[in-house]
């Protein structure tokens, strides 16, 4: 068998200029291959650095919020008991109040006739259910005659 080489035939002696010509486009697309990669390595890094300072602003926001928050929820903590204190202050006034007044009453002896109205309106209603009892009998009576 013959030795059959499936490579196509290289002549033994390229000329060198046209190695220098193929190198120069290349050493030029590295070249700028190098600078946009630094160009997007110092973006990078730009937009790292907007980033840190945009956390840095948010945190201290974050930060400041709750403060006033935490300020405000006390102040209305104290304003709340503030006003329990003052409700349960008007509540036991009240209760006094109404204990003085019932007091009053029965120094003026106007419990005793506020007891004899009641005493008087049930003999009152006994006795209009007397009439009305008789009445009915009277009735009854009447309608058994005719």
Excluded: C
Aim: avoid cysteine; proline fraction near 3%.
């Amino acid at each position: 068998m013959e030795n059959s080489d499936t490579t196509p035939s290289v002549p033994a002696a390229a000329p060198l200029s046209s190695k220098k010509e193929n190198i120069t486009p290349i050493n030029s697309k590295i070249s700028e291959l190098s600078e946009s990669r630094a160009d997007l390595l110092n973006r990078i890094q730009g937009l790292k650095q907007d980033l840190q300072n945009w956390r840095s602003k948010l945190d201290t926001q974050v930060k400041t919020y709750r403060d006033d928050l935490s300020e405000l929820k006390k102040s209305l903590n104290v304003e709340v008991e503030q006003l329990r204190s003052e409700f349960q202050e008007l509540r036991t006034t009240l209760q006094q109040q109404q204990e003085d007044v019932a007091a009053s009453l029965k120094n003026f002896g106007l419990q005793d006739v506020s007891s004899g109205v009641q005493e008087a309106e049930g003999s009152k209603v006994e006795s209009s259910e007397e009439k009305v009892h008789d009445l009915a009998t009277e009735d009854g009576g009447k309608e058994t005659e005719q």
